[in-house]
């Protein structure tokens, strides 16, 4: 089965999203996603990844991806080339589970559960939705697209959010109440205003629900060492559920530093690539979850073999997305393969809303459980009329 065209499709209305097409000869298509920084990977893929791609076989996964993931620059970070192998990974992964006829997730190794546990990552309809990056101007509050505002929500009225989601069965929940402090001292310090302030919502959550609901304390590596620890500080006696990403992954002393320094297991990282990376976090003892983001560490593949590794060091695995529905569904398809998998991430105002403006087909989540997809391959493919949008950006490159 030959690739004979490489397309990409973004959107001027989700400019952070983009889409690969990987054409074949036998009328097979498979789709890929990346989020971020989306005009320089479709560059990459149609420069570099595409003249190596077309009249190959779509089946050799395993060689095409180590031999894109091996050129000279662009293989150590989750920088524009590595999302654009992985959109290519994620793209064949698909094929393959097209041509035999199987969901990905059984090409993995089949179920190891029949459902897996989520949790709400309270973001609302427009969060991240310009390229303005992981800031708080960025947090899309004007918005009132639907009964799901979660950010919003959780910055005001967290003891309703956390009644509304466990009306629906939902269990756990991620917030970032503290990002403004970091931004106004630049990581370096927590003021016992700002810190009263940022607790606000867990105390909301506690007095509401009690200790039925877990809660995720996303910090988005804001956080210097020493403004990391005044940050555990003030939220350990609410006992979150993990602390996620306080510093940039670039020191993995800091980040072993600051497993030692709390009972709470550091979740870390999105932000990683390849399985190199995460060996070392292993490695330090950085981190006691495992988050990795299919659409930006190397794709399908990769992702399977950092989640076996981090099962060699008895870690679990919780795969990241706040980003768009392939990565989503690409993410549950290793959820439930993956023995050591914890919790899959989720946005409700994402699937109950926009997602549904894209694919054709998106998961079955009910009572704070999300299902397998059944389809071969991905199970879902974008909607006919994506590409003829107005607002769309198509580029196509073919085996000449």
Known sequence: MKITAIETIQLEEFPNLLWLHIHTDEGIVGLGESFYGVASTAAYLHDTAAPYLLGKDALHIDRHIHTLRNHYLGFAGPGAEMRGVSMVDIALWDVFGQSVGHPIHQLLGGLSRERIRIYNTCAGYQYVRSSKGQLTANFGLSSKAGPYEDLDAFLNRADELAHSLMEQG?????????????????????????????????????????????????????????????????????????FEDPVKMNNLDAVAELAQFTRIPITASETLATRYAFRELMAKKAAGIVMLDLAWCGGIGEAKKIATMAEAHHLPVAPHDCTGPITLIASIHLSLNCPNALIQETVRAYYTGWYKELVTDLPRIEKGFVYPMTKPGLGTRLLPDIAKRKDAIVRRTIDA
């Not at 809660?215 to 006696?237: C, D, I, Y």
């Open 170 to 242: 939902i269990t756990a929940m991620k917030i970032w109440p503290f990002d403004y402090a970091a931004e106004a001292s630049n990581g370096c310090y927590l003021g016992a205003e700002d810190a009263e302030k940022a607790i606000e919502p867990f105390k909301k959550i506690r007095n509401a629900v009690g200790s039925k609901m877990d809660v995720m304390l996303e910090l988005h590596s804001l956080w210097n060492l020493t403004g990391a620890k005044q940050v555990f500080r003030a939220a350990e006696p609410y006992n979150p559920f993990w």
